[in-house]
């Protein structure tokens, strides 16, 4: 969305500093960095001033109908009304506007109906009972309105339930004390209509903000933030070699200021409501720039940010083994990087693609990709499952550290069950790069000395037991636990393909679903 | 919250049947059955029932001032602002009433200097110029008010800036065409702030619904929420043997009819927006019912919120893991079932201890069950440990079900090491019987068998493939395939029980976020 899609630069981003022109920071005066927020609000989208001039040009106009007298000589006072339309109808998107419009005009239109139906009602039965029908009447549809507008299924039209009643107490009140209702309603009426109809004008047609336009690109977005947040936990995953961890109590888990891209894949996880307010407001709109189909398939795009925040609950998942107490040792994530890497690049490729073609609005088939991203996964399953000795067997490992067992009963296995296939030896060339580059691992760095950078973070888990081992004997207690957590720290490596595999798993849906999206939304095909 | 929450009951849950006189539901015409899913809504919670009625009663009494005369002799039309102040400023709870009325009299006031200091400007500059002036600063206003409350910082006074300029409007122009501004302008400030007296005694002093209570129990409700989602999760994980198991393409990931603890844990992942509305409406709440000091920290609220769903995602994460695609076999989830099952129930104990504790407003230390909890899941994590083998080692399994390797490396290292540590002797005994468990399992149902259950699961991944495997040597290849998906398979086990450790770990973070909003929020001690 913001054009950095290619690659990710972890590095602690200082948010207002994005600016052009920002010189010295000290010594500014509060005025002037208040100015500066602002105009760095106003640009990071112009939609915004567009939003606020349209505004201001709507309550102009209708100001303008009074102003030059005429209007205001046939309507008389009912005439502010159209102000009062203008400054509530005027919404940010053509949708929602007109959503807002729809809203008024059907409450007013019912309200109007039934007010003067009761006045006819309450004027039959009398001068005496008049006031205690009206008053009834009141309390009776402020109590019905206000019910309804809190069922499940109405809490959209929450805003004409508003309208229907005050509009209905306006105008039996105004009624009964002016007398003729029927004329104060329809003045107020066309001072509503002319209110809507210059409200609606000006917002569709000077620079329309189309709600349609806002969902596809939020929806672009998010396919982009999923991808940069997956990209920068695997990175940071393999970078990690528990030197430079902060103390984990200190790391609040919600806010990780080096990490720009999961905020964003957060955000997403947060937007369910505002997909489907938008999406809402997208329905009221009529075909417009690229969505040139009546009945566009506004709700898929809905369904679509379902499945991706499906991959984004992944995602979390990840993070949170990327911030667990519990660490795998750095020179075993070493061992798996060029896998794991693969896979996460191929899944990151996946979903830009996907984003990609959702933006340009074409369908094309993805097949190389997919097969791509399935077989690197593959290979880090099989990578997984062939070294899954060095995932369990910690205890030996640490006793010897250099010294690699060379014949494992599950690589005999896959040897002797030798085929003409060529994944076959691939995966032994692999798996001769992996034990080599584990062995260089271990030497450069030996594995004690890692053990030790990890000790801290294991003693730091349960943290409420750490006072627990102040006292006792440490020796033997802690020996035991150390090896338990050891075996279990490796372990979590295997957590962490595993949810990178499901991770992948879950993108064949979003495929799908994407796909159904292009299919309905009748994409231009490009195989 | 609905006071079932010792155990989950896994069913099929007819939601509109849930009430007390469902007779027979076929032959029932739509009217009745709209009656009664309205009946049945109102009674949930008769709180809607309570907020309705409130609102006739405000509107009723605001009627009445115009009805009786008095008052709308002295305003004259003006009065009815009063109505629409009532109409647009209930709200649901006490809080965001009372946040609407300072926001209605804080940008009528400020609409109301700005309107009327223009007018003496407008004034002073001429007959001609007049009209021009005042529809200059009309756009001004317009615009500035609605690029503010587009602002991050200003969105939640938007309601305010919306009311400055229809007031601003209303004053000036009316000032300008019906002469005599300042008396316009108070006529309608005294009809508005009679509305919104009304208003805001009417709903803080009749049954009033405090927003602080809805986020105390909402609170509550989440915490119960992720515990029930968590046992749900985790029962279903170990019963499934893989026969009942729908198509995976079929389970939109959506949709989980028979998980209904799962749907209130996603929404309470959903729940970020809500929970700080309300808090927003807390803040402004005098001390009232249980929360009577002032400066009580709602926001508290939202941060254990937080953490709370920062603990959810694990899970979401879980739930993947039961509705992956691959699937560890049953028998090794039966074998291991004890240890999660134990860390389950006390990890979900704690949870609703939390949360009782909270609805109760106690402030315990929970020491105890911290600690089993603890002890659990260190009990879960060497199982792990001890049989990892089993994890990694289905190839020879596979070869020879019922035979189970007897020695292991990881098994003898830890015996000979022994120490005089109970834990050991406990384990070891836990070794046999985990070992006798999986080989009854094996033996009652042969894992062959389960593999073939399974093989439908591996067979449809990657879905896309599919088409691939009915051509081509399907035996080599497919051999090949399944060994690493089997292995894969048995590490998901090791992945499961990952996610659960590390939610475990997270219930830290939130036993401390729980222990600062007690203390902050002065809950009474009891330890």
Redesign the interface.
């Known amino acids: 969305m913001n054009g950095k899609k290619g690659s990710i630069v972890i590095k602690i981003v200082d948010r207002p500093e994005n600016g052009k022109k920002d010189s010295g920071d000290a010594g500014e005066s509060p005025a002037r960095k208040w100015i500066r927020d602002?105009w760095q609000?106003?640009k990071e989208d112009m939609n915004?001033?567009t939003?606020?001039?349209k505004?201001?040009?709507?309550?102009?106009l209708?100001?303008?109908l009074?102003?030059i007298r005429a209007p205001?000589e046939v309507f008389g006072?009912s005439i502010?009304w159209s102000?009062?339309t203008v400054?509530?109808m005027?919404e940010?998107t053509v949708g929602a506007t007109f959503n807002r419009g729809f809203n008024r005009a059907l409450g007013s239109l019912l309200a109007g109906i039934f007010a003067i139906t009761m006045m006819q009602v309450a004027m039959a039965c009398g001068q005496i009972a008049e006031?205690y029908i009206?008053?009834l009447s009141?309390?009776?549809?402020?109590?019905?309105?206000?019910?309804m507008k809190?069922?499940?299924s109405l809490v959209p039209y929450e805003y004409g339930f508003?309208v229907i009643?005050?509009t209905y107490?306006?105008i039996i009140?105004?009624g009964?004390?002016?007398g003729n209702p029927i004329r104060t309603a329809m003045d107020r009426m066309y001072s509503i209509a002319i209110g809507g109809i210059v409200t609606v004008l000006v917002n569709s047609l000077v620079f329309p903000i189309w709600a349609g336009e806002q969902l596809h690109l939020e929806l672009v977005g998010s396919f982009n933030a999923v991808a940069d947040s997956l990209e920068e936990c695997v990175k940071k995953y393999l970078a990690d070699d528990g030197s430079s961890h902060p103390e984990f109590s200190k790391t609040v888990?919600?806010d990780f200021a080096d990490e720009p891209a999961f905020h964003k894949c957060r955000a997403t996880?947060?937007s369910?409501?505002k997909f489907e307010a938008v999406a809402n407001s997208a329905k009221w709109e009529p075909p417009h720039g690229r969505f040139r189909h009546f009945f566009y398939p506004w709700s898929e795009y809905v369904k679509v940010g379902?499945?991706l925040r499906?991959c984004a609950?992944?995602v979390?998942?990840l993070h949170?083994?990327l911030h667990?107490?519990?660490q795998a040792p750095y020179n075993l994530r070493c061992a798996f990087q060029p896998e794991i890497l693969d896979a996460t690049n191929q899944a990151a490729e996946l979903l830009r693609s996907l984003g990609k073609d959702i933006n340009n609005m074409k369908r094309s088939l993805l097949t190389n990709l997919?097969?791509r991203v399935?077989s690197s996964?593959?290979r880090l399953?099989?990578s997984?499952?062939m070294h899954?000795?060095l995932?369990?067997?910690s205890?030996?490992i640490q006793?010897c550290p250099p010294k690699l067992p060379i014949s494992q009963?599950?690589n005999t296995?896959?040897r002797t069950?030798k085929?003409s296939?060529s994944?076959?030896e691939e995966s032994e060339s692999n798996d001769e790069k992996l034990n080599s580059a584990y062995t260089k691992q271990v030497q450069g760095d030996s594995y004690h000395e890692t053990m030790r950078k990890q000790q801290r973070r294991l003693y730091s888990?349960?943290?409420?037991?750490v006072d627990d081992y102040e006292d006792g004997d440490v020796d033997?207690?802690m020996?035991?636990?150390m090896?338990?957590?050891e075996?279990?720290a490796a372990?979590?490596l295997?957590?962490f393909?595993?949810?990178l595999?499901?991770f992948?798993?879950?993108l064949?849906?979003l495929?799908d679903a994407t796909d159904l999206l292009a299919r309905m939304a009748k994409f231009k095909e490009d195989y």
């Open positions: 602002v609000f106003a915004r001033i939003f606020s001039l505004v201001g040009l709507a309550v102009l209708v100001s303008l009074i102003l205001y006072t502010i102000i009062l400054a509530i005027f940010y006031p009206i008053a009141i309390f009776f549809v402020g109590a019905i309105t206000s019910f809190l069922y499940p508003r009643l005050f107490c306006l009140i105004s009964y004390r002016m888990m919600d996880l947060n369910s409501a379902a499945v499906h609950y992944e979390m998942a949170g083994c667990s107490e519990i997919l097969k399935h996964t593959e399953q099989r997984i499952d899954s000795y995932l369990t067997s205890h030996e006793d009963p599950s296995i896959t069950s085929d296939h994944q076959v888990w349960p943290s409420r037991e033997t207690e020996l035991q636990k090896r338990t957590f075996s279990t372990l979590s295997a957590t393909a595993s949810l595999i499901e992948v798993a879950r064949d849906h495929v």
